[in-house]
């Protein structure tokens, strides 16, 4: 009955039992149900089923669906009028958007041109302001006098 690993028996444990508590009414009724008869008295059917039970009760008639009330009949040139009016609020819109649309990209070609002016103007700069041609070292080499300075340091 227990499992082969299992050297003693399982523990038991209390259960508590909760027991529903009924809730009184928020109000109390205080006015009798009077029970109201039915203007005529359904008849009662009986069928018998081919296993000879027989089935009482009420024969029930088909639910009868509400008279559908006929719509009016809409013009054509309302229905013209309508859809123009919505074609024509669809354009006005599909103008605002193309006008906004119109003016961010604007703005983001703006951006592109001074980005581009930047990186050029900065390319310009380190062309200009760079090494000027000379090679040599870290430093600016000038001879004076036999002398020559490199880095502030005099060699003979």
């Given at each position: 009955?227990?499992?082969?690993?299992t050297p003693?028996?399982p523990?038991?444990?209390?259960?508590e039992?909760?027991?529903?508590?009924?809730i009184?009414?928020?109000?109390p009724?205080?006015?009798?149900?009077v029970p109201?008869?039915?203007?005529?008295?359904?008849?009662?059917a009986?069928?018998?089923l081919p296993d000879?039970?027989?089935v009482?009760?009420?024969?029930?008639?088909?639910?009868?669906p509400?008279p559908?009330?006929?719509k009016?009949?809409?013009s054509?040139?309302?229905?013209n009028?309508a859809?123009?009016?919505v074609?024509?609020?669809?354009?006005?819109?599909g103008?605002?958007?193309?006008?906004?649309?119109i003016?961010?990209?604007?703005?983001f070609?703006?951006?592109?041109?001074?980005?581009?002016?930047?990186?050029?103007g900065?390319?310009?700069a380190?062309?200009v302001?760079?090494?000027?041609?000379?090679?040599?070292?870290?430093?600016?080499?000038v001879?004076?006098?036999?002398a020559?300075?490199?880095?502030?340091?005099?060699?003979?």
């Amino acid at each position: 009955m227990y499992p082969d690993h299992t050297p003693h028996a399982p523990v038991q444990r209390a259960v508590e039992v909760h027991q529903p508590t009924p809730i009184p009414p928020a109000l109390p009724i205080t006015a009798p149900l009077v029970p109201v008869q039915p203007g005529t008295v359904p008849t009662v059917a009986s069928v018998v089923l081919p296993d000879g039970r027989v089935v009482t009760g009420y024969a029930v008639g088909p639910a009868q669906p509400e008279p559908v009330t006929p719509k009016p009949a809409v013009s054509r040139a309302a229905v013209n009028v309508a859809l123009g009016g919505v074609g024509f609020l669809a354009v006005c819109g599909g103008l605002l958007l193309l006008t906004s649309f119109i003016a961010a990209l604007t703005a983001f070609i703006g951006q592109l041109i001074t980005l581009a002016a930047v990186i050029f103007g900065g390319w310009i700069a380190v062309q200009v302001l760079g090494t000027s041609g000379h090679r040599g070292g870290a430093g600016t080499t000038v001879n004076i006098r036999k002398a020559v300075i490199k880095r502030n340091h005099f060699h003979s």
